[in-house]
């Protein structure tokens, strides 16, 4: 079976709620992220997967192939996949077993933003990343996995959410606000708003 296709979208987040212990969220509203697309714009930037998980809220399936190769990695840096912000790095990545790739910390907190998530009857905190939106996992707090770790939390982060660049590799290229596609979803809302757009 392909590995990319291993996709369990909502019985996974359950799994992963049962397995970690009730946290405590106070996380306020999601500000407005920065990038804004189309549905059928992210479609074109994303695989399937990726669009599932990150613009869908969806899971992939723990201890899949993405998550051995996840263990496997060294000294490095883990960006969005949808915009290429940094969103954790090696030094807050921790073995947990819980079958998805883990981060005690976010590398960059100002990035990845935190909201109750009370999805499939359960109470959580979803991680999001801040200037994109993108779906990325949950953060736990409380669990004797993480008890072990300097802020005893547990960033519970789909893998392929994240793009691993290796310690001295040249970091993705940041979705850009000038990117046509982007450009185009800023003329449609000052449109909308009766504002005339002027072109560079």
């Not at 407005?32 to 714009?41: D, G, R």
């Not at 051995?68 to 990695?73: G, I, L, M, P, R």
């Not at 359960?122 to 802020?151: I, N």
Request: net charge positive; proline share 5%; hydrophobic share 30%.
């Amino acid at each position: 079976m392909n590995n990319r296709r291993q996709f369990i979208l909502t019985a996974s987040a359950a799994l992963a709620g049962t397995a970690c212990a009730e946290d405590k969220p106070t996380a306020p509203a999601m500000p407005k992220p920065e990038i804004q697309l189309s549905e059928a714009e992210w479609k074109k930037l994303l695989t399937t997967e990726q669009y599932a998980v990150t613009r869908q809220a969806g899971t992939e399936r723990p201890y899949g192939a993405i998550y051995e190769e996840f263990e496997k990695q060294g000294e490095g840096t883990y960006y969005c996949v949808c915009c290429g912000v940094e969103l954790f790095t090696s030094k807050e990545k921790f073995h947990s077993g819980c079958g998805w790739p883990s981060f005690y910390d976010a590398s960059t907190a100002k990035n990845v933003f935190e909201r109750v998530d009370n999805s499939h009857g359960m109470r959580r905190v979803e991680t999001l990343c801040k200037r994109c939106g993108a779906h990325l996992g949950h953060v736990f707090e409380g669990e004797s996995v993480s008890a072990k770790t300097p802020t005893k939390r547990r960033f519970c982060i789909n893998g392929i959410a994240l793009n691993y660049v290796p310690k001295g590799g040249e970091a993705p290229k940041l979705l850009d606000l000038s990117n046509a596609a982007v450009q185009k979803k800023k003329e449609e809302v000052a449109k909308e708003a009766g504002v005339e757009v002027t072109k560079p």
